[in-house]
């Protein structure tokens, strides 16, 4: 019998509707190999929700998305955009699906792949090999904290985190140190911020049953030179959302490029929304060459994480794997004999592995 599978599609604004089209290619190709019935149903959100709609997300989007299996999300916002208020702008489609959804647990992997080290602007021995999971809290903390206000001269957001946020957080992290090489690290600001004591108090207290896992906490300032320094002295890191937000980038540069990293975000069930770290990159949109290898990595992560199929992520992610180690790159990680492919291309040959 064939597994059915319905997935929704947000392309997005910016670079977001040319990964989704390699996206596209990608579940045609697994389905055909994997005996699988992908049915893809696409709608719209960010910047061109707000122009067709009024909203950065309709009401009808987020029940289509509460009734699908999965998520796969391009990107959000650009320049046209930026004039609006906060509270009118694309990303509060992406902040309102993550939310509603309760998708709290955010994975992102650094994982520097030999054929694109030389793409960072890191020596390659600082970097190559590195595998290191962020785990971000993704539903609370200042992003959504009440009370939060901007007037004419003062403005203030509110970092808050509950004890029963924190435990659901640490736990994913701990359970993903366990599958992993058992260390974590806790980033926070304790030496400064309440919350970040709590976050310290409640993530000691549940490594009490993870008593394999080595934990250690560190401070955020010191967590971004620290992932400079010597990155591969990490094997998880587990942060609140705004800290995991900016430690993610930097995880992205220490794999060479931006334009290779995944992210899942989970709810409790495992169903997740999964889109690339890297944004809208209005810059280069429409110009046939962003990186999808993001993308599909995330997809990779959606047949892992969602339908528990790791067969079919592996595949996907030698698939990859294969088109670096015969030389193909897209321009943002080319290096001196790449053979340098448009986003199509990439998108076809990776397809055509799989
Ligand atoms: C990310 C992005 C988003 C975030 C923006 C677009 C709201 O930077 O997914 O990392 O800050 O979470
Ligand atoms: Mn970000």
Not at 184 to 190: N, R
Not at 230 to 257: A, R, W, Y
Not at 320 to 335: E, F, P, S
């Amino acid at each position: 019998m064939t597994k059915k599978i319905n997935i929704l599609l947000l392309p997005g604004d910016g670079v977001g509707p040319e990964v989704c089209k390699e996206a596209n290619k990608l579940f045609l190709a697994v389905s055909r190999r994997f005996n699988l019935d992908i049915s893809v149903d696409e709608d719209l959100i960010g910047g061109v929700s707000i122009d067709k709609n009024n909203s950065p997300i309709t009401d009808k989007v987020i029940s289509k998305a509460n009734a699908t299996d999965a998520i796969l999300l391009g990107g959000v916002g650009g320049p046209k955009w930026d004039n609006l208020p906060s509270k009118d702008k694309p990303e509060k489609g992406l902040l309102r699906i993550r939310s509603e959804l309760n998708f709290f647990a955010n994975l992102r992997p650094s994982i520097c792949f030999t054929e694109t080290s030389g793409a960072s602007t890191l020596k390659s021995e600082i970097i190559d090999g590195l595998d290191l999971l962020i785990v971000r809290e993704l539903t609370g903390g200042i992003y959504f904290g009440e009370p939060r206000e901007k007037s004419k001269d003062v403005a203030f957001n509110t970092m808050i985190y509950s004890r029963e946020e924190i435990k659901k957080i640490s736990e994913v992290a701990f359970e993903s140190a366990m599958k992993r090489n058992k260390k974590l690290c806790s980033v926070d600001k304790a030496n400064v911020l309440e919350v970040s004591e709590l976050w310290r108090e409640v993530v000691l207290e549940t490594s009490k049953n993870y008593p394999e896992v080595e934990l250690e906490h560190m401070l955020v300032d010191n967590a971004a030179m620290q992932l400079v320094k010597n990155p591969k002295q990490f094997d998880v890191i587990v942060s609140s959302n705004l800290f995991g937000d900016i430690l993610s980038d930097i995880g992205s540069m220490l794999t060479g490029s931006i334009g290779m990293l995944p992210s899942a975000s989970l709810d409790k069930n495992s169903k997740g929304l999964y889109e690339p770290v890297h944004g809208t990159a209005p810059d280069i949109a429409g110009k046939g060459v962003v990186n999808p290898i993001a993308t599909i990595l995330s997809v990779a992560m959606m047949f892992k994480y969602t339908f528990e199929l790791n067969e079919i992520s592996d595949e996907i992610e030698s698939a990859v794997k294969q088109a670096l180690a015969n030389g193909y790159a897209t321009q943002d990680i080319a290096q001196k004999n790449s053979k340098i492919l448009s986003t199509e291309e990439m998108g076809s040959l990776i397809a055509d592995y799989v």
